[in-house]
Nanobody
Framework: QFQLVESGGGLVQSGGSLRLSCSAS????????IGWYRQAPGKEREGVSC????????NYALSVKGRFTVSRDYAKNTVYLHMNVLSPEDTAVYYC?????????????????????WGQGTQVTVSR
């Protein structure tokens, strides 16, 4: 069964850091680009970052550029989102998504393709 699982969310103070993980069950992430998206209460889901299957290309939304870093560990079949200098505006449910390329995981619009696989999300709450 093709399943993505996010973890690592939690409550953190403003200025703090968290590392989110996206792991796979039933398949390997090696051949997939992985995107990170988030949805704050009352807001639409928005793109955060994407990393190519090779790891050689990464994209970031302007709102997180310089603060967030995406990486992948092929041995652990896991993609990470390292989040630093967090602010209350980063509070959201964070989702990872898998597709064959970052071209199918745009950050300016939430992909609706049936070929994109989504995890269930992990809550990140940043307190003031």
């Amino acid at each position: 069964q093709f399943q993505l699982v996010e973890s690592g969310g939690g409550l953190v103070q403003s200025g703090g850091s968290l590392r989110l993980s996206c792991s796979a069950s039933g398949f390997t992430l090696d051949d997939f680009a992985i995107g990170w998206y988030r949805q704050a209460p009352g807001k639409e889901r928005e793109g955060v970052s994407c990393i190519s299957s090779s790891g050689g290309s990464t994209n970031y939304a302007l709102s997180v550029k310089g603060r967030f870093t995406v990486s992948r560990d092929y041995a652990k079949n896991t993609v990470y989102l390292h989040m630093n200098v967090l602010s209350p505006e980063d509070t959201a449910v964070y989702y990872c998504a898998a597709a064959t390329a970052c071209a199918f995981l745009p950050l300016d619009v939430v992909p609706g393709l049936s070929s994109v696989h989504w995890g269930q999300g992990t809550q990140v709450t940043v307190s003031r």
